[in-house]
T-cell receptor, first 115, second 112 residues
Framework: DVKVTQSSRYLVKRTGEKVFLECVQDMDHENMFWYRQDPGLGLRLIYFSYDVKMKEKGDIPEGYSVSREKKERFSLILESASTNQTSMYLC??????????????FGDGTRLSIL | QKEVEQNSGPLSVPEGAIASLNCTYSDRGSQSFFWYRQYSGKSPELIMSIYSNGDKEDGRFTAQLNKASQYVSLLIRDSQPSDSATYLCAVISIGSWGKLQFGAGTQVVVTP
C-alpha cells in the first residue's frame, strides 16, 4: 500500500509567520501534489511536482511556494501566513510519468489555523 | 460551467439498499476516472478507478462509465452505515499532465 505521511495533523500559526508543511511518500513516486480543501470550494490544486526540483503551479499558487529536493519529500511553504490560508491541506502522490493516468493517493491532511 | 459535476446531496439511503451516485464531466477527451470516499474530517481514499466504457465491480462497489454520454456513476450495494461519507468523482483529461479535476462531492447518509 502507498503511504503518504504529512508531518502534522493540526497546526496553529500566527499571521505573518513562515509556515512549512511537509509530506513524505514511500513508493518512489515521481509525482506529488499539494491541495487545499475548504467547505463549498472543494479540492483545489496549489502546486505539483513531477520530478526532483521540478514544480508547476496549480490553480491557486498565490501566497505559496514549494520545494522538492528529494524524490520522497515535497514541502509546501506559506511565505507569510494570512488568515485566509486557514484550511485543510492535503498532500498526494502518484506513480508513473508526467501524464500518467494512475490514481493519486492522499496523506491524512493537515488542518492549519492561522490566527 | 464546472468541469466535473456531482449532485451535492445529501443522498439518504436505507441500510441494505443500493446507493446510486452520478458524475458528469465536460471534457470529451477525459480518459481516466476515479471515485474517492471521504469521511468527515479525513482525507480522500481511493475506492475505484475506471478507464474504459462499461462496468467495473469491486466488492459492493460498481463503477459505470459511458464516455459517449460523458458520465460516470458509482453504485454501492447493500449500503451500510459505514458507507456514510462524501464521495468525490475525479477525472484526468488528455493534456492535463495527469492532474485530477474533482467534483464537489456527493454526501451519502445511510440510515439504519
Amino acid at each position: 500500500d502507498v503511504k503518504v505521511t504529512q508531518s502534522s495533523r493540526y497546526l496553529v500559526k500566527r499571521t505573518g509567520e513562515k509556515v512549512f508543511l511537509e509530506c513524505v511518500q514511500d513508493m518512489d513516486h515521481e509525482n506529488m501534489f499539494w491541495y487545499r480543501q475548504d467547505p463549498g470550494l472543494g479540492l483545489r490544486l496549489i502546486y505539483f511536482s513531477y520530478d526532483v526540483k521540478m514544480k508547476e503551479k496549480g490553480d491557486i499558487p498565490e501566497g505559496y511556494s514549494v520545494s522538492r529536493e528529494k524524490k520522497e519529500r515535497f514541502s509546501l511553504i506559506l511565505e507569510s501566513a494570512s488568515t485566509n490560508q486557514t484550511s485543510m491541506y492535503l498532500c498526494a502522490s502518484r506513480g508513473g510519468s508526467l501524464g500518467s493516468n494512475q490514481p493519486q493517493h492522499f496523506g491524512d491532511g493537515t488542518r492549519l489555523s492561522i490566527l | 460551467q464546472k468541469e466535473v459535476e456531482q449532485n451535492s446531496g445529501p443522498l439518504s439511503v436505507p441500510e441494505g439498499a443500493i446507493a446510486s451516485l452520478n458524475c458528469t464531466y465536460s471534457d470529451r477527451g477525459s480518459q481516466s476516472f476515479f471515485w474517492y470516499r471521504q469521511y468527515s474530517g479525513k482525507s480522500p481514499e481511493l475506492i475505484m478507478s475506471i478507464y474504459s466504457n462499461g462496468d467495473k465491480e469491486d466488492g459492493r462497489f460498481t463503477a459505470q462509465l459511458n464516455k459517449a454520454s460523458q458520465y460516470v456513476s458509482l453504485l454501492i450495494r447493500d449500503s451500510q452505515p459505514s458507507d456514510s461519507a462524501t464521495y468525490l468523482c475525479a477525472v484526468i483529461s488528455i493534456g492535463s499532465w495527469g492532474k485530477l479535476q474533482f467534483g464537489a462531492g456527493t454526501q451519502v447518509v445511510v440510515t439504519p
